[in-house]
C-alpha cells in the first residue's frame, strides 16, 4: 500500500485513510517522504494535502504533529503551527520557546510559525533573538522570522534593514532589499529602486521587488518599468522562467504595446523581444521547465513577434543619452554610429564601455573613439580595458 500515493491523490477514500494513518500513527517516515516530494509536487496537491492533515486531526492526536518538527517544510508548517495553536493554544508555549531556544534551524523555522499565532505580550522577551534567526542563513527560519517581525510591527529590525540599504557593500544593501521585501514594508520601493539603479546586483534586486509590489502597479511607472527591463534581462539565468505565468508577462507586455507605449516601454519590449527569442530558440533554457510554462513562453514570443520593431526603435532611441536609466538597455538595439558616438561623451563607465564594445562589434571602433572615452574615465583599471580593445 503506498501510502504517499494515496495521500497526494485524487481518490477521497484513500486520501482520507492515508492522512489518519499519518497522523493517528506519528508517521515520521511518511511525512519525510511527504517533505521530499516538495519539489515535485504541484502547489495545489500540496495544499490538498495540507487540508487533509489538518482535517485528520483533533484534540487527542494533535500533538502527533510534533514528531513531525524534525522535517522542515514551507508547505506544511503553516497547517502545522495553526492546528498546534488552535488545539494546544498557550499550553504549548513553554515547549515551543524551548525549541525555538535549542532546535535545529527546521524547528525553529515551526516554532517561529508556530509563534505567528500568540499574542505579541507573551514574544516580547523573544524578539531580540527573532531579529537575530531574521538574518539566518537558514532561509525558511529568516523569512518566517521577519514575517513575525511584520506582523508585531517590530520598527528596529525594520529600521535596521533599512540603514542596510546604505551600506557602502553591495551584498549588504541586497539582504537590505530581501529583509523589507519579507517584511513587507512597501514604504521602502522607491529606496530599494534608488539601490537598484546603482547595484551591480541590479538584478536579483529586481527579482525581489515583484513581492512587494505586485507587476501590474509596477508598470504604471518608470521606474517600475526598469524593474522590468531588470527582471526580463535576468530570465533565466537568475530569475526562472515560470517567471513569466507568476508576473503574468503576457499581459503585462501587451497591455504597454497596445495602450501605453512610450519610450522606456519600447526599450523593455524590443529587450523582451531578443530575450524570449533566446528561450524559444535554444531547448536548454527551458528543458526543466513544466508544460504550462513552456507554452506560456512561446505564447508570449509570439506575442512580441507581432510587434513591430521599427516602431519600437523610433521610440527607444528617446532614451539614448546618457542620464537615461534605461540607456544601458537602449544602447543594444542602436545602429548607427554617431548615436553610439554621443554616448561616449558621459560620466557613466558602464555605458562607455559598452558602447566601445559595440563599436568593436561593428567594426567601427577607432583610436579617436578610444581617446574620447579614455578622457572621460579616471579608473585605471578601466583605462588600460580600453587601452586594450
Known amino acids: 500500500m503506498d501510502l504517499l500515493k494515496m495521500l497526494t491523490g485524487k481518490n477521497p477514500d484513500e486520501y482520507e485513510k492515508a492522512a489518519n494513518i499519518l497522523v493517528n500513527n506519528s508517521d515520521k517516515e511518511l511525512f519525510a517522504k511527504l517533505v521530499k516530494q ?5 502547489d495545489f496537491v500540496k495544499n490538498n494535502v495540507a ?74 522577551e523573544l524578539l531580540p533573538m527573532i531579529r537575530e534567526t531574521a538574518e539566518s542563513d537558514f532561509e525558511p527560519l529568516s523569512i518566517n522570522s521577519i514575517d513575525l517581525l511584520s506582523k508585531l510591527e517590530d520598527i528596529e529590525f525594520k529600521d535596521k534593514a533599512f540603514g542596510l540599504l546604505n551600506s557602502d557593500d553591495e551584498f549588504e544593501q541586497y539582504n537590505g532589499v530581501r529583509y523589507l521585501v519579507a517584511y513587507r514594508a512597501e514604504d521602502a520601493l522607491p529606496k530599494i529602486i534608488e539601490v537598484m539603479k546603482k547595484s551591480s546586483l541590479s538584478e536579483n534586486i529586481a527579482s525581489e521587488i515583484p513581492y512587494l509590489v505586485p507587476v501590474e502597479d509596477l508598470v504604471k511607472t518608470e521606474d517600475g518599468i526598469l524593474v522590468l527591463c531588470n527582471i526580463v534581462n535576468a530570465i533565466p539565468e537568475i530569475i526562472p522562467a515560470s517567471a513569466v505565468l507568476d508576473y503574468n508577462l503576457f499581459s503585462v507586455f501587451e497591455n504597454l504595446y497596445l495602450n501605453n507605449l512610450s519610450s522606456s516601454a519600447a526599450v523593455l519590449l524590443r529587450l523582451a523581444q531578443e530575450k524570449f527569442a533566446q528561450l524559444t530558440e535554444n531547448e536548454e533554457y527551458l528543458f526543466d521547465c513544466d508544460k504550462n510554462t ?89 583605462k588600460r580595458f580600453i587601452e586594450a580593445l
Open 38 to 42: 516538495d519539489d515535485f509536487l504541484f
Open 51 to 124: 487540508n487533509r492533515i489538518k482535517k485528520a486531526c483533533n484534540k487527542d492526536n494533535y500533538l502527533n504533529l510534533m514528531n513531525f518538527l524534525d522535517y522542515y517544510s514551507a508547505s506544511y508548517d503553516n497547517v502545522i503551527a495553526e492546528t498546534l495553536f488552535d488545539f494546544g493554544g498557550l499550553e504549548l508555549l513553554p515547549a515551543m520557546k524551548e525549541i525555538f531556544v535549542n532546535g535545529e534551524n527546521g524547528k525553529k523555522a515551526y516554532a517561529v510559525k508556530y509563534f505567528s499565532y500568540i499574542p505579541k505580550e507573551y514574544l516580547i
Open 294 to 382: 513552456k507554452e506560456e513562453v512561446y505564447a508570449v514570443n509570439q506575442l512580441l513577434e507581432g510587434i513591430d520593431r521599427y516602431k519600437l526603435k523610433n521610440l527607444l532611441y528617446d532614451e539614448l543619452y546618457d542620464g537615461s536609466d534605461f540607456v544601458i538597455f537602449a544602447v543594444d538595439y542602436a545602429e548607427e554610429k554617431e548615436e553610439l558616438e554621443v554616448l561616449l561623451e558621459g560620466s557613466n563607465p558602464t555605458l562607455i564601455l559598452k558602447v566601445l564594445t559595440k563599436l568593436k562589434d561593428k567594426e567601427a571602433l577607432t583610436q579617436v573613439h578610444k581617446d574620447i572615452a579614455l578622457s572621460n574615465i579616471e579608473e585605471n583599471d578601466l
